[in-house]
């Protein structure tokens, strides 16, 4: 398995933006991000968002993210438009829901998949991007463990 991009955002963009124009917060990438047990990630919007939030991180495959350019002709499309933190390669996400797991020596609790909606079509200006990631919008998690994630090491789950 192999972390190939980490993402954190200081703000909203979509939550609490229905009927309303998206935030402008940046997402920012980053070569490693601090995971805290039972809070998030630090410098993250979702950081002690709520007691036991189930997004204290969230992750997404990369191979559904290139199908998806492929498939719907986004060439251009970046994953920081999938607004999830961790974008994995060679890890069946979904079968991580109710398990518990670990990367780079952080324990993370699968709690369920990160379904998408409607904020997806605009995030690829397309209008078929919720529907099409339908079933493969990533893993909502708890972290279990304090630890540090660092982009592109090959380290297996």
């Not at 969230?58 to 933190?85: I, M, Q, Y």
């Not at 699968?110 to 605009?122: A, K």
């Amino acid at each position: 398995m192999t972390i190939r991009h980490l993402f954190v955002s200081p703000g909203h963009n979509y939550v609490g933006h229905h009927e309303q124009p998206p935030g402008q917060h940046t997402v920012l990438e980053q070569d490693e991000v601090e995971c805290v047990a039972g809070q998030g990630i630090l410098g993250d919007r979702f950081f002690s968002y709520q007691v036991d939030y189930k997004g204290q991180i969230t992750f997404f495959a990369w191979e559904v993210f290139d199908k998806l350019r492929c498939e719907l002709n986004l060439p251009d499309a970046h994953p920081s438009g999938t607004r999830r933190n961790v974008i994995t390669e060679g890890l069946d996400l979904n079968a991580l829901v109710g398990q518990e797991f670990e990367i780079q020596g952080v324990r993370f609790a699968g709690v369920e998949e990160c379904r998408p909606c409607y904020w997806m079509n605009h995030a690829f200006r397309h209008k078929q991007a919720e529907a099409w990631l339908n079933g493969n919008g990533g893993l909502r998690a708890r972290i279990l463990s304090d630890g540090i994630l660092r982009r592109h090491e090959g380290n297996t789950a």
